[in-house]
Each structure stands twice: as structure tokens, then as C-alpha cells.
């Protein structure tokens, strides 16, 4: 196809905008030279502001910057064979997950819900082992992918959720790849023995360690690990009264089991594992143990995963301040 000269680029132009439409605005320059617009007049447009460049491809300004904008984005950049994976992947499948920001303050990892734009750890491509290409603002991981973990989204190759999400635990920075795997299971989106044969699956992989560390948790509910964990920052605050595994009697018979207490102020300390409110008869029974407890004059303060690991200040100030 001979290329439009700048004087008979509107034909070419109309072009392409209605395959922009199709794509949520995006298009590549690739695609911009197959509707008849040259090289040259491709960078005389992006130099006049006409065209915006968007992670490896093009937009118009004023284009929405959303999910599918980005994907697009990193799949045309990417080229033939790129399927979409990571926390952006399992958004387009639905999942309630915000934009993941990188080093967003103080240099540790975050989830954010203004994070707009950010790409990085966000957007993952899979792309086939022998391909080598760079598409700015995407991770890319290069292996072979079976065609039963890919399927359609808004005309992009997207992986499955599962894949998705596996690709998320093993590639996502620790703490935010542990946050994830606590909300994953809470509200089944995989469970445990999943993660597990996954991990086996991915075996010798990158990011398999990663994997296969966070499936161990995932099976043990890493209980008694955080429970270690809690009593070290207590003990390291020096604060004292606290007993481990405290029976709660009433009338000497047993009604209830503490992780942590302390007895003498009746304030709780319980901690919640991966598999917490997994199912709706462990939902009903701690509701219930609480009030109990409650009724029986005791503080009870729950923490999770994340606040022992990331926010150790914030679980000794909240002791303390019930104590």
C-alpha cells in the first residue's frame, strides 16, 4: 500500500480512529502505517501533539487512561502472541484489585486506588519463549502458554483468572504478593490445595520459590508462624502479661481459646490466617465466640498477616493502647 502524503491523510486518518474505537482508543504505529500513514507523518503528529505515545503505542489526547487502555497498549507493543497477565489481567476478569504501585512511598510496595497510569508490576505480558521484544511500562514473561489458560476479553488474549493470579503471587514484590493471597483465599478466588498444584505445576520456573513458599502458607494458614511472629513484637515492646494458648472458663467449664491475652486486663489478641472467613460456618462461630467474649468483659483486637509484617508499629500501639 503506497503511503497518504500530509495533504490526503484524512481517508487514512478516519481509518484508523475506527480501529482505535475497537481497541479503547489505542493504536500502534505498525497499525498506523498499514492505514496508509507514514513513518514520517507518524512522528510529525506525535511531535505536533496530535498523537500521544501510551506504553509502546499511540493514543489521541483526551483518551481515557483505564485497564483496557493500558492492555491494549501493552499488547500492541508487544506484538502477535502477547496474552495478558497479573493484577491488570484479573481486573478485566472482574476482580475488585487496585492498580499496583511500585515504591509508591518510602520505597515499599503498595496496592493504591489512585495509581493511575502505572504500569510495571500492574501489567504482565506472557509472550512465547523465542520472542525477545520490549514493551515499555509491562513486565514481560517469557514462557510457553497452553491455549486452555488464555481466552478473550474485549477482543485481547487475556489469561484466566487462576493463571492470572498465580502469575501475580509469583512475580508481584513479597509483601504485596502476600496481601494478595490473603484476599484471594478469604474470598475464593483459589484455594489453598489450588495454589498448591500450581506450584508443583510451575516447578523450576521463575518465581516458582516464591510460589511454592506462598502455597506452604496457604495450606498451613501460616497460624502458628504468625502467632510466633506476634509474640516476638510483643516481648521486643516489653510489654508484660501475656499468655499464649489462654483458656477462657466461666462456671469452670471452658468457653472459649485465646491465641494471645492478657488475662489481667482482658484485652484478646487474635490473629487472622490466610483461611479466615473462608467459609461462612468459621464466619458464624468466631462472631459468636467474640461476643461472648465481649459479654464477658474482654477486649478483643484482631490483626491480620499484613499488620504483623508490614505495620509491626501499628499492632504494639494498638496493644498497648488497649492495655
Not at 487512561?65 to 501493552?74: C, H, K, N, S, V
Not at 501489567?123 to 497452553?146: E, Y
Not at 502479661?241 to 472459649?256: E, F, I, T, Y
Request: glycine fraction near 10%; proline fraction near 5%; hydrophobic fraction near 45%.
Amino acid at each position: 500500500m503506497g503511503y497518504a502524503d500530509d495533504g490526503r491523510l484524512a481517508p487514512a486518518i478516519d481509518q484508523l480512529r475506527s480501529l482505535a474505537q475497537q481497541q479503547a482508543g489505542v493504536f500502534s504505529r505498525h497499525q498506523a502505517r498499514d492505514c496508509g500513514v507514514s513513518s514520517k507523518a507518524v512522528g510529525r503528529r506525535v511531535d505536533q501533539g496530535h498523537w500521544i505515545a501510551y506504553g509502546g503505542a499511540l493514543v489521541r489526547p483526551g483518551t481515557p487512561d483505564t485497564d483496557l487502555a493500558r492492555a491494549w497498549a501493552g499488547v500492541l507493543a508487544a506484538g502477535p502472541g502477547a496474552v495478558v497477565t497479573g493484577p491488570l489481567a484479573c481486573r478485566l476478569r472482574g476482580l475488585p484489585l487496585e492498580p499496583f504501585d511500585q515504591g509508591a512511598r518510602n520505597g515499599r510496595t503498595e496496592w493504591r486506588s489512585d495509581a493511575r497510569g502505572v504500569m510495571g508490576c500492574d501489567l504482565m505480558l506472557i509472550l512465547p519463549a523465542d520472542r525477545h521484544v520490549v514493551a515499555p511500562g509491562a513486565r514481560i514473561v517469557r514462557t510457553d502458554v497452553p491455549i486452555a489458560h488464555v481466552s478473550q476479553v474485549s477482543g485481547l488474549p487475556v489469561a484466566t483468572v487462576t493463571r492470572a493470579l498465580v502469575d501475580a503471587l509469583r512475580y508481584l514484590p513479597r509483601p504485596a504478593a502476600v496481601g494478595l493471597l490473603d484476599r484471594a483465599v478469604q474470598r475464593r478466588w483459589m484455594t489453598a490445595d489450588t495454589l498448591v498444584a500450581w506450584a508443583e505445576y510451575l516447578s523450576g520456573k521463575k518465581g516458582a520459590p516464591q510460589l511454592r513458599g506462598l502455597a506452604q502458607r496457604a495450606r498451613l494458614g501460616a497460624h502458628s508462624e504468625a502467632e510466633r511472629l506476634a509474640v516476638r513484637l510483643v516481648r521486643r515492646a516489653d510489654i508484660a502479661g501475656l499468655v499464649v494458648d489462654h483458656h477462657v472458663l466461666v462456671d469452670g467449664h471452658l468457653v472459649a481459646r485465646l491465641d494471645l491475652a492478657f488475662p489481667a486486663s482482658r484485652v484478646a489478641v487474635e490473629i487472622d490466617g490466610m483461611a479466615y472467613h473462608s467459609d461462612a460456618q468459621r464466619f458464624q462461630y468466631d462472631r459468636t465466640r467474640q461476643n461472648l467474649l465481649v459479654s464477658l468483659g474482654w477486649t478483643v483486637l484482631r490483626f491480620t498477616w499484613r499488620d504483623l509484617e508490614d505495620r509491626p508499629g501499628y499492632v504494639v500501639a494498638t496493644i498497648r493502647g488497649a492495655l
